[in-house]
């Protein structure tokens, strides 16, 4: 046991004074408050407003006033103090925050009528395309003469920039507002009905336990980010220290006194404590992350910049978290260090641990069918993969938590998983650390197993 403490508290000073480690643990909550604060400073800040022309080819230019009006309209809509926005933000559906948000995003119109005069339409487009050529038009749009009457008439829309997609969404609604009222006006609907049968109807949503109860009015949009920002904390943590413990395995073969030190420890306590140390670094580095991003989400919460995301979770979820979290870890920790003894550099290892990547992307895909469906065969069968449990039990926990018989044999059959492997990896790292020159094949490391 002494021993193993020595070499544990190796790897973890030897790690914690590096410049780099202190480096990165600062660098990881600036890019936090990089990628939390600064997208929403540029998504109020509005660009230069869209040249619009519009050629209204309907009878008395119909539609004109009303595409025009939406569109102003929409770029009026940020022209509120903070305080009114967040008052509003707090009554508006997540729809609405996302129309309002592409808003901010596109900026305001400035639109134009096209005067026809009965000129051919070749001559206008000829003319209008040189304008949006010399920079004086961001687009124009023509609108056919029989698009009341014909539902198979399909306006078009020429532009300098086919990129700018928020801009054509809001091009494409404001002429589908405009042509729905006009028909609907044709067909005798009145202004005060028209207004009254067009008006959004919103989704209350109400949660149902597992006893028939029910709970308070809340969005399912936390539930459904919650479960991919745990899962994206394991992808990066195990991206980030995945290759810190395979290059802490190869170390001592690269220089070569892997011999000295194995006449003095055992091969597997060499192999465990170095595993250990590397994952308490993690774990350190971690947890200043974690007290940063509190620190600035209690921060935000108070000053109201970021708003309840309609997630309310009971306590023994985090403890869930933690205990997913430490096994998602240690089975693809162990995994590298499988990998990091089968191997003679660290830039061999890099290239062989490509799969554990791509079985920690396998497991962000299949959270999307176990989302939806929960209690599923399908849902069941893969949460109790170990290397997907980590990931898939969590989002069983957070959309419809599973019976807790389920939740105690992922996470033994995890466990069990992680003991397996090391068991096989301390096989191989004891036949595998003493090779030079070539990393092992298959059949090398299948004889290394079998060996007593």
Known sequence: MTKFLAIVKREYIQRVRTKLF??????????????????????????EDTRLAVLDQTEGAKLFPVVRDSLMKAGRSSDQSPKAEMVNAVNDTNQQRMEKAGQ??????????????????????????????????????????????NSESKPIYF?????????????????????RRERLTAAGVSAEALERLSKRVDLDVYPVNEKGEEGARRSG???????????????????????????????EKETRIAEILFSSVKSSTLMLGKLI???????????????????????????GGVE???????????????????????????????????????????????????????????????????????????SMVPLFSPIVMLVRIVTQTPPLWQIALSMV?????????????????????????????IPEVMRWVRQA
């Open 308 to 382: 309840d995301i309609g997630v309310h979770l009971p306590s023994v979820f985090f403890v869930y978290l933690f205990i997913y979290f430490a096994l998602g870890y240690f089975i693809y920790a162990t995994l590298y260090v499988l990998i990091g003894s089968m191997v003679t550099t660290t830039q061999e290892g890099g290239q062989v641990a490509m799969p554990i990547i791509f079985l920690l992307m396998a497991g962000l895909y299949l959270a999307f069918p176990v989302m939806r469906s929960p209690n599923s065969s399908f849902a069941i069968w893969i």
């Open 413 to 441: 059959i995890c466990a069990g998983s992680i003991v397996l492997l090391l068991w096989l990896a301390s096989r191989v790292y004891r036949v595998g650390m003493l090779m030079y020159g070539k990393k092992a094949t």
């Open 104 to 149: 901010r995003f596109t900026g305001g119109f400035f639109v134009t009528a096209v005067d026809a005069r009965s000129r051919p339409l070749e001559d206008l487009k000829r003319e209008l395309n040189a304008k949006v050529g010399g920079g004086q038009l961001e687009g124009y749009l023509i609108i056919p003469p029989d698009i009341l009457k």
């Open 159 to 179: 532009a300098r920039n086919l990129s700018d997609l928020p801009s054509q969404g809001q091009i494409e609604r404001a002429l589908n507002d405009a042509v």
């Open 277 to 303: 140390g590397v994952s308490l670094v993690a774990l350190t580095q971690l947890g200043i992350w974690a007290i940063a991003f509190g620190a600035l989400s209690v921060g935000l919460l108070q000053s």
């Open 221 to 251: 949009m936390g539930g459904f980010i919650l479960p991919f920002m745990v899962a994206f904390l394991i992808y990066i943590t195990v991206l980030l220290y995945g290759q810190v413990v395979l290059g802490a395995v190869v170390e």
């Open 22 to 47: 202190l480096f990165m643990t600062i660098l990881g909550p600036v890019m936090l408050m990089v990628f939390t604060v600064v997208p929403g400073m540029l998504m109020a800040v509005k660009t």
